[in-house]
């Protein structure tokens, strides 16, 4: 499974594609992020992190994109702005009929470190080591995304059978969840 990261802002947002499955170990396929200067107008700021978003999603060919979800801040500014970056890259995906999940930032912290509150040295510390780079992905944003796909590779699985259930679910047919399991609606 290949996901692409991104972890949303206007100022910086983080980008990070790796590559593998649960169980095994994963592979960094690229990095970055996207800057755009904040005296621009808010417009040409989403339209620089779309084309961005757009040239990695053609180049890594990612099978999920993973985003991290917006949580509440004091600054509404901030929130905003990560908001607002959020829903270029989701629709991005979207257009493209690629899966995108929502991780919280708590959510990353503990899949990644064990905790959901570790900071952001402590996540960039074992996105390096999982991934078994020579040196952390600076910024911060960099090793985020990164933390953000790792997760979903390790999580995502689940959730994906999850929601095909679930779809195939909605679409009246039966569904085995697990050995034995009927669907409440089979049979009738």
Sequence with gaps: MRVMGVDPGLTRCGLGAVEGRPGAPLRMVAVGVVRTPAEDD???????????????????????????????????????GTAQASAVAITCAARRGLPVA???PSEVKAA????????????GTMVTRVLRLDAMPKPADAADALALAICHVWR??????????QALAGRGRPVALQ??????????
């Design 42 to 80: 808010i417009g040409a700021r989403l339209v620089a992190i779309e084309a961005e978003i757009e040239r990695w999603l053609d180049e890594i060919k990612p099978d999920a994109v993973a985003v991290e979800r917006v949580f509440a801040q004091h600054n509404l500014r901030t929130v905003m």
């Design 102 to 104: 929502l991780h919280t």
């Design 112 to 123: 990644i470190t064990g905790n959901g509150n570790a900071d952001k040295k402590q996540v």
């Design 156 to 165: 995502g699985a689940a959730q994906n059978r999850l929601a095909q259930a």
């Design 179 to 188: 050995p034995g399991y009927r669907h409440p609606g089979a049979g009738r």
